[in-house]
């Protein structure tokens, strides 16, 4: 059984913690006792149904305010395939939230209120899932009991949507007419939709192809950590343990160490005692080398013949996630998996306005800003363009005084 | 890959960034079968070397006897470093108070217990086996999730956390709750214990004990339950879901004596993992308001 992670977009006004109660609900997720909660608590929508809402909202002051603030991931499982919902806030104010949420998926739900159609909210999402790499989309036109279910409605929303994306990254957009609230193409096909020909939202959730697979990324295997055990049985083991972050690496391939560029050639790939001829991509390994090189954690091991950019100078797309904004005459650490260095901003090239995606000059970036930097690191990084290589290309910056996460860059390019 | 594949290998990669990352991180072993998940992933992770951790335990006094004989079992096969916080000690000592009454259990005590072992050893770090599927605030808490110099969580202040980049960075006397099956639930633990055939305590598994019948649960009848002429001594067959102590874990019915039994029992049961829990029956917000205070 495979996985698929996946975001929803959308605020509460537009019935996303709902959708994803109904989802939970009608995939029989939610248990007795959670149910009992919820008539404890006893939230109702107006026409006497149970608030499937409060399924999602964790924090005492998601609830107080009925909004959702962070990202919550939940899970479910059906014959067919076992989710990750990371369930992000929409208002504009948790920008930062959703970009955490859209990093690690695959899929995004983008939802439109049916009323209302395409509006700002619904370009400045997929303008994030675009930024974040997500290649496919599910547009779900929501609230359609309230349009009887009018199919020229939904004709329009799509074509409006499909001129929205023209300018946008992503691959793949299909779309989902339902109202979460009465359950219509939700876990089923619906009889108020005719006209609608494609499949219900979870039948195509259980379907759906999602690119994730790597055949065409380059191979990369950061060094997290030395394995020597030095003992008297052991005496000169010395193993390489890191996971995989592209491509696979085989027994006897040819490989370099990076940022020191001395070569060398696997001799044996172990997980867990047993010994592999091959490790694919998101598989924790620990990797053998026939010559004793100098290795530590934050190294990167790739093959001779795909080499990513080894460069001290990049340009990248930057979300900017601190309520202190960005001070172009502070350094920073910059973090890419376990490799950590000093680095300057050296110039903000622009901000986009991420509701009109119109872009302007900037002297500084404040919380929620996305734009484009170009930054200098003290040390060497070993970077792929995010848009070849997400887990290779992403990176996050600390603010060395309080040890904040500040924000989320996206390489674009080196500039050696 | 196979999902349990991508969940093995996630957590791997979390508990080596645990290493990389802190001076001295320990690894939180409660007896339960999360925490022994955890520990063999710790021996994927690491193996043939040594854990870079201790495991601490954080003992009420209260624990089954199966736990505990379990515990000391595996540590010895591990030949790892076993380190015991001692909730009596935290008694003894004045700094917390024995609850009183019938419901009373050590379970809140154990917060002040586990931060000041943190403290004693200067851990910067805690691996522990809490899953974002259990209960509603755990949802929304980060795998690197930092905690202030009091130990506590502070939800609307957690960093930001992308791709599979973890930051630990933290000021001393701050420390980090690291949760490497974050991402589990209840049934990909089991169907993993099943694939990798991990041994258990025998509490998991259907077995006969005298239990009574408490706020509509049953519990182990034991001399820490201040028991009373109104508590009925019962006989059943019963089985533990999750393990805690023995003050504030229930038993369920059941007649799953093998692990395909207890998967089969989870896929049909209409009750979450954590109805079983009395200390999370304490109000909406129980889970939440504990982690506030320094709780796992």
């Not at chain 1, 104010?93 to 509006?119: C, P």
């Not at chain 1, 989902?176 to 494609?198: E, F, Q």
């Not at chain 1, 110039?347 to 930097?373: F, P, W």
């Not at chain 2, 633990?189 to 509490?203: A, G, H, K, T």
Request: proline fraction near 3%; aromatic fraction near 8%; glycine fraction near 6%.
């Amino acid at each position: 059984m495979d996985l698929l992670k996946f975001i929803t977009a959308g605020s509460v006004d537009d019935g996303k913690s709902t959708l994803i109660g109904r989802l939970l609900y009608d995939t029989n997720s939610v248990l007795d006792d959670q149910l009992e909660a919820i008539q404890r608590a006893n939230r109702k929508n107006n026409d006497g149904t149970l608030d499937l809402a409060i399924l999602t909202d964790g924090l005492k002051a998601e609830r107080e305010q009925g909004i959702t603030i962070d990202v919550a991931y939940k899970y479910f499982q059906t014959e067919k395939r076992k989710f990750i919902i990371a369930d992000a806030p929409g208002h504009i104010q948790y920008t930062r939230n959703m970009v955490t949420g859209a990093s690690n998926s695959d899929l995004a739900i983008i939802l439109i209120d049916a009323r209302k159609g395409v509006i700002e909210q619904t370009r400045r999402h997929s303008f994030i899932v675009s930024l974040l790499g997500i290649p496919n989309v599910l547009v779900c036109v929501n609230k359609m009991d309230m349009v009887d279910y009018d199919q020229a409605v939904f004709d329009k929303i799509k074509s409006d949507y499909e001129r929205l994306v023209l300018n946008l990254r992503i691959k793949q957009v299909d779309y989902v007419p339902v109202s979460a609230l009465k359950g219509d193409n939700i876990a089923s096909k619906s009889t108020n939709t005719s006209w609608y020909s494609g499949k219900s939202l979870l039948d195509f959730l259980e379907t759906v192809e999602v690119n994730h697979t790597t055949a065409n990324k380059q191979a990369r295997f950061p060094v997290q950590w030395v394995i020597r055990p030095q003992s008297e049985e052991l005496p000169d083991y010395r193993g390489y343990a890191g996971r995989v972050v592209g491509g696979t690496f085989a027994v006897g391939d040819r490989v370099v160490a990076l940022p020191s560029e001395v070569s060398s050639t696997i001799t044996r790939i172990e997980l867990a005692a047993n010994d592999l001829d091959v490790a694919s991509d998101g598989a924790s390994v620990i990797i053998h080398l026939a010559d004793d090189i100098d290795i530590s954690r934050g190294d990167m091991l790739v093959k001779q013949d795909e080499q990513p950019s080894v460069s001290k100078q990049f340009e990248a797309e930057i979300c900017w996630m601190d309520s202190k904004p960005l001070d172009i005459n502070q350094f920073y650490l910059i973090q890419q998996h376990g490799k950590t260095a000093k680095v300057k901003i050296q110039d903000i090239i622009y901000r986009v306005n991420i509701e009109t995606l119109e872009q302007s000059a900037a002297v500084d970036l404040g919380l929620n800003d996305i734009g484009k930097i170009q930054f200098k690191s003290a040390d060497s990084l070993a970077f792929d363009s995010y848009v070849a290589n997400k887990t290779n290309g992403g990176a996050i910056l600390i603010d060395l005084r309080n040890n904040l996460t500040v924000a989320a860059l996206m390489i674009t390019e080196s500039l050696d | 890959m196979d999902y349990l594949d991508h969940l093995e290998a996630e957590a791997i990669y979390i508990l080596r960034e645990v290493a990389g990352q802190f001076e001295k991180p320990a690894l939180l072993f409660s007896g339960g079968k999360d925490s022994i998940t955890l520990v063999h992933l710790a021996e994927k992770a690491f193996r043939p070397g040594k854990f870079p951790f201790p495991l601490v335990h954080i003992d009420t006094g209260h624990n089954f006897p199966e736990t505990i004989e379990f515990r000391d079992r595996l540590v010895a096969r591990l030949g790892e470093k076993l380190i015991v916080g001692h909730v009596q000690d935290s008694i003894d000592a004045g700094k917390v108070v024995e609850q009183k009454g019938k419901n009373a259990s050590r379970n809140p005590l154990q917060t002040v217990t586990l931060l000041d072992t943190i403290a004693e050893h200067g851990f910067d770090a805690c691996i522990g086996g809490a899953r974002r599927d259990e209960e509603k605030a755990r949802a929304k808490e980060r795998i690197f999730s930092v905690r202030d110099e009091f130990g506590q969580w502070d939800p609307k202040r957690q960093r930001p956390e992308l791709w599979n980049i973890y930051n630990g960075r933290i000021h001393k006397g701050e420390n980090v709750r690291v949760f490497p099956i974050s991402n589990w639930t209840e049934l990909d633990v089991w169907n993993y214990i099943r694939r990798e055939n991990i041994d258990l305590p025998s509490i998991y598994f259907s077995h006969e004990r005298d239990v009574i019948t408490r706020n509509g649960q049953l519990m182990a009848a034991a001399e820490f339950l201040n028991m009373d002429h109104e508590d009925v001594i019962e006989y059943r067959k019963v089985r533990f879901r999750t393990v805690g102590d023995m003050t504030c874990t229930a038993a369920v019915p059941s007649e799953a004596y093998h692990i395909d039994d207890i998967i089969e029992e989870i896929r049909q049961s209409k009750i979450s993992e954590r109805g079983a829990r009395m200390d999370d029956k304490v109000s909406e917000a129980a889970m939440e308001d504990r982690k506030k205070g320094g709780y796992f």
